[in-house]
């Protein structure tokens, strides 16, 4: 498979993904201006559940001297992820481990970096294994270091008609992009699932996420806490749109 196949998948993952969250290039671009507020531009940051690259990519495009560690357990997201941002060289370092595994950061080695970031994925650990990997990731940054993560925190039942709004607009912004013929998720693995390169992940792929539970969504103040609890000096949010946020702790 050619770099500008993998190139074309991370195009069209980047517009399924939109279809699920309303203002996905002002959260990525929320996440770059406290990046470079907080870091210079001269930096290392780990980006966490990378999946296909769409935010390293964007943080190599903004920042040409960062340097990106991209860390993901999906094999076949991976693959794409290698071959869209090859041409970053050394730039880019992108490993396989599982973030609900206390050992994750094991092939890390070096300096500490001066940043971490996730985008629309740590919703997929366990509360419990959230709070566990913000305690990693506290200690793996540089002092003074700064963790920035982008995803929906639901409403509960406290804010009824928040949620509800929340809600709807998940339901209209998904509803346009199905009009306006982009694909959902089941329809770009499956069209990624044509290449036989990336076929070829598909049965370990299958292993790894097979049985894990599926978690509870968790609200924003529970996020907050549990920086704060993992050992952050200080958290809070950066953007918001309804229940879609970014949210930085600082070491």
Known sequence: MTAVSFSSLLDSWDRQQAAYIAEREARFNAQLEVLAL??????HVVDLACGPGSLSLRILQRF???????IDLDPLLLAVARGALAEYGDRIRILQAD?????????????APQAAVSSTALHWL?????????RNVAGLLADGGVFLNADHQRYDQRQPRLKALAERHDEQTQQRAWDNGVEDWDRWFAGALQSPALAAYQAEREALFAGRPVPPPTPVDFQLAALRQAGFSEAGTVWQLLDDY???GWK
């Open 38 to 43: 907080a870091a210079g531009q001269d930096f």
């Open 64 to 70: 040409p001297q960062a340097r990106v560690t991209a």
């Open 99 to 111: 973030l609900a595994d206390p050992a994750c950061f094991a092939a890390l080695s070096g300096p």
């Open 126 to 134: 366990m509360p419990e294994q959230q709070l566990a990997l913000y």
């Open 246 to 248: 970014v949210i930085a």
